[in-house]
């Protein structure tokens, strides 16, 4: 890696490309309010090598869909994360369209993270729809 380019950070916006303390723009880049021992002020890692694969499809009537992220990440030039960590982002969703009464549809997803960046964490979300028009 060349260069010192320090993206989303600059003199004129002491914050960061941020509001409410959230980067903008890029999910990969680390939000100040993030990384522990931050001072809210600064994003320490926007250095990162990631790569994203994702399918979906159909199997019958049931549409799905699989979402995985790898990603390296080193911190900033003035910053160096070492040792270089590592993680794994996932995400499956499942959607049954219009297979239940009143034309409902049910979508159900997990997402998961594990690595060494933000630790372990898991998240659910069910969705039950009605469309009217």
């Known amino acids: ?16 490309w941020t509001y409410n ?4 723009g890029n999910p990969l880049i680390t939000s100040p309010v993030i990384l522990q021992g931050n001072r809210y002020d600064y994003i320490r890692n926007n250095k990162i090598i990631a790569h994203h694969l994702g399918i979906e499809g159909n199997i019958q009537q049931v549409q799905y869909k699989l979402l995985y992220t790898y990603s390296l990440n080193y911190g900033t ?46 998240g659910a979300m069910v969705s039950i729809r009605k469309q009217i028009f």
């Open 77 to 122: 030039n003035e910053f160096q994360i070492s040792p270089v960590k590592a993680h794994h982002t996932t995400l499956i969703t499942i959607k049954i369209p219009d297979k239940f009464p009143w034309n409902l549809s049910l979508s159900c997803s997990l997402g998961a993270d594990f690595g060494n960046l933000y630790g372990k964490n898991l």
């Open 1 to 16: 890696m060349g260069g010192n380019d320090n993206y989303f950070n600059n003199g004129i916006y002491i914050k960061g």
């Open 21 to 24: 303390e959230m980067l903008l």
